[in-house]
């Protein structure tokens, strides 16, 4: 039936779009399983972002760029490790997270996870009216394909902030 002018999509498309979601979500959920609990460790980029917000506010923002102080201040606020993950940001960045730096270590992650979340639901909700031919496949597939969108989930579990600055 090549010649039907039917504005539905073919069966495969939809499956396609209905399927890939589900496998990139899989993927999603088995990350979020085995690295959340080494993000409330320490172990996440959200690390130096939240010693350099502290270190700002501590009056420490002089020495944002010292890697010995960095890594003391990693050490005695987050967790002890070998190397410290150095401020590679402009300085005035760190002001963005001295907020968080009112909180300890995890509620930070979990209020900086949540302030990313809020804003990647206002970007996808902006989009909204560029995506209608996706909702047309599946009513909805462009939230789908913002959830599972590998580097965005990447990006939420390691506590960065390139979904922030979207």
Not at 55 to 84: C, I, T
């Amino acid at each position: 039936m090549s010649g039907c002018s039917d504005s539905r999509p073919q069966t495969y498309l939809r499956g396609l779009a209905l399927g890939l979601p589900a496998i990139l979500l899989g993927l999603q959920l088995s990350g979020w399983i085995f690295f959340l609990p080494g993000a409330l460790h320490g172990h996440a980029d959200f690390r130096h972002l939240y010693t350099a917000g502290w270190m700002v506010r501590s009056g420490y923002g002089h020495e944002l760029y010292n890697y010995d102080v960095q890594k003391h201040f990693q050490d005695s606020l987050v967790s002890r490790e070998q190397v410290a993950m150095p401020f590679n940001h402009l300085a005035y960045e760190a002001l963005l997270f001295v907020p968080f730096s009112l909180l300890p270590y995890r509620s930070a992650y979990a209020a900086f996870l949540l302030l990313n979340i809020f804003v990647l639901s206002a970007v996808s909700f902006s989009f909204n009216k560029r995506l209608l031919n996706l909702r047309i496949v599946w009513k909805w597939l462009p939230s789908a394909l913002f959830i599972t969108f590998l580097p965005i989930g990447a990006a939420l579990m390691h506590g960065q902030d390139s979904v922030l600055l979207m």
